[in-house]
Nanobody, 117 residues
Framework: QVQLVESGGGLVQAGGSLRLSCAAS????????MGWYRQAPGKQRELVAI????????YADSVKGRFTISRDNAKKNTVYLQMNSLKPEDTAVYYC??????????WGQGTQVTVSS
C-alpha cells in the first residue's frame, strides 16, 4: 500500500506562483508514475501533470508552459508541481496520484489552491 500526503497549497493572486509537494510512503517500489490531479467545485477531477519513473512528463493543455512537474531524484518518493502565472481558473483542490503496478494508490487529502483575480 502507498500513502500520499500533499502540501504547499494556499491563496495567491493571479499571476503568482505556488509550489506543491507530494510525499509517498509505504510500498514506493511499486510506483510506476506519479502525478497531479485537480478538482474544482462542481467539476470532475482532471489530470494536470504526470511524471513516469523514467522521467517522462505530460501536461494538460490548460497548464502547458505554466506548470512544471518534477521529482526529487534523491527521494524517489517525492514529486513537486511548480505552478507559475496562476489564473483564477486554476482554483481547485489538488491531489497527488501514484500509478502502481496494481493500479492507482488511494487519494490523499488534497491541498487547496485558490487564485484571486
Amino acid at each position: 500500500q502507498v500513502q500520499l500526503v500533499e502540501s504547499g497549497g494556499g491563496l495567491v493572486q493571479a499571476g503568482g506562483s505556488l509550489r506543491l509537494s507530494c510525499a509517498a510512503s509505504g510500498s514506493i517500489f511499486s510506483i510506476k508514475a506519479m502525478g497531479w490531479y485537480r478538482q474544482a467545485p462542481g467539476k470532475q477531477r482532471e489530470l494536470v501533470a504526470i511524471i513516469t519513473s523514467a522521467g517522462s512528463t505530460a501536461y494538460a493543455d490548460s497548464v502547458k508552459g505554466r506548470f512544471t512537474i518534477s521529482r526529487d531524484n534523491a527521494k524517489k518518493n517525492t514529486v513537486y508541481l511548480q505552478m507559475n502565472s496562476l489564473k483564477p481558473e486554476d482554483t481547485a483542490v489538488y491531489y497527488c496520484s501514484a500509478d502502481l503496478i496494481s493500479g492507482l494508490a488511494p487519494w490523499g487529502q488534497g491541498t487547496q489552491v485558490t487564485v484571486s483575480s
